[in-house]
């Protein structure tokens, strides 16, 4: 906890409720009190919250993530660039060079997410961008000769950014269906809750529809 001179290392999140902004909520630090009621120290608030790499935004959506993973994607990249944009190497172990070490960094932890189409444009936009720069091409040559991104897809022997998501996501999917009831990952995937959700609850990209009506998913 800290003090009035210097920052807590634990830090406390408010999310705001439905149609409120996080400037509406009460977000001082927090004064931590002993068992005999002495100050113990002061707990600040964040807005995005680091936990074991991820970025919990107080918004609860994705995008802090998607951008970070982005960018950590780039700095991998240009890292790697003197080798996945070496015209000595071949194309196809140029590819595997890539989707082994820059992919894994971009895609990692999208099992969890819940990518909205704009938020998905970021890694297919990184992806295309990478493509291009392992075959020696830039956005105005594919455009002027109308080279397909599948055509440079082919030629480093990889798949789109959503294929490898998808895989991603039936083998999430898989793992936790074959876990016993008794676990709360199988528990809180096949739970429904047994009334309507609040209006303007979350956005509605973010919302998984349930096939009975005035169901929603927790």
């Not at 009460?26 to 707990?43: A, S």
Request: charged share 20%.
């Amino acid at each position: 906890m800290g003090s009035g001179a210097t920052a807590s290392k634990m830090d406390a999140r408010y999310c705001p409720p439905t149609r409120l902004s996080y400037d509406d909520g009460d977000t001082t630090p927090l004064t931590v009190f002993g068992p005999n009621g002495e100050g113990l120290g002061l707990v600040s608030f964040t807005m995005v919250l680091k936990y074991l790499g991820f970025l919990v935004h107080h918004s609860l959506t994705s995008d802090a993530n998607v951008t970070k993973r982005v960018k950590s994607a780039a700095a991998a990249f240009g890292s790697l660039r003197s080798v996945l944009c070496n015209y000595a190497l071949s194309e196809p172990l140029r590819g595997a060079v890539y989707s082994s070490l820059v992919l894994t960094i971009l895609l990692c932890g999208s099992e969890v997410r819940c990518l909205r189409e704009d938020l998905f444009a970021k890694p297919r936009a990184f992806h295309s961008s990478c493509c291009r720069a392992m075959c020696w091409r830039t956005m105005a040559s594919t455009i002027g000769h109308h080279i397909p991104s599948k055509q440079l897809y082919k030629r480093l022997g990889i798949a789109p950014v959503d294929q490898y998501y998808h895989r991603r996501l039936l083998r999430w999917a898989g793992s936790v269906s074959r876990m016993p009831m008794t676990r709360a990952p199988r528990q809180l995937l096949t739970c429904w809750c047994g009334r309507a959700s609040p209006a303007h609850r979350q956005p509605a990209n973010d919302v998984w529809p349930h096939p009975e009506e005035g169901t929603s998913p927790m």
